[in-house]
C-alpha cells in the first residue's frame, strides 16, 4: 500500500514536472504583418513563378474563387450561405501548407475547387492559380513560370517566412 502510494506521488511529480516545464516554453513568435515585394522570402519559394503567371491566376481567381474566398483572399465568404471558406493568405494558411510540397496545393485546387465545381479546372489553371496565391503572399515573383509537371511541383516545399 505505502509503495502504491509512492508510485502515485512520483508519477505525479513528474507530470506536474513536465506540465511545468510546457508552460515554461517560449511563446510562439508573433506573426509578421503581411509583406511588400521586394522583401526576401525563403529560398524554395524565392522566384518559382512569373508576374505574368500571377497575373493569368488573377483573373482567374476573380471568375471562380473570389466569390467565397473573398477578393482579398482573407476568406469567411459566401456572406450569403451556412459555409465559410479558410483564408488563401496570412499565418494560418501558411503554417497549415508548411514543408508540404506545392504539388499538395495544386492538387487540392485541381481537384477539390471551385468547392461546388470541383474537377472544372484544368492542370494549368490550377498551377496560375497558385502562382497568384503566391504572388498574394509576397514571395517573390522570378523569371521561370512555376512548373505544372507533378514531379517539380513535388520537390518545391512551401516554406514560412524566414
Ligand atoms: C463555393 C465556395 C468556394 C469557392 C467558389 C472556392 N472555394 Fe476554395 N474552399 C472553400 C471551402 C468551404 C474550403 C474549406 C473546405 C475544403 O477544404 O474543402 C475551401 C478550401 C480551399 C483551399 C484549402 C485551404 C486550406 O488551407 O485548407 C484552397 C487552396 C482553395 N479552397 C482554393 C480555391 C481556389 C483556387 C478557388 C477558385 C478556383 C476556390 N477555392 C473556390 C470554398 C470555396
Known sequence: MRLRLLVVAVVGL???GSLA???QRAPLPVPSPRRTLSESAPRQLN???T???ALRGQVLYRKACAYCHMEELTGGG????LITSPPLVGPNFRSYWVGRPLEHLVT???TTMPKYSPGSLSRQEAVDLLAYILWESNFPDGATELPADSDELESIPFTEYK
Do not use: H, R
Not at 459566401?78 to 450561405?81: A, I, M, N, R
Open 51 to 53: 508576374v505574368d503567371q
Open 21 to 23: 516545464a510546457s508552460a
Open 108 to 110: 487540392k485546387i485541381a
Open 14 to 16: 513528474v507530470l506536474a
Open 78 to 81: 459566401p456572406q450569403d450561405s
Open 47 to 49: 522566384g518559382v513563378y
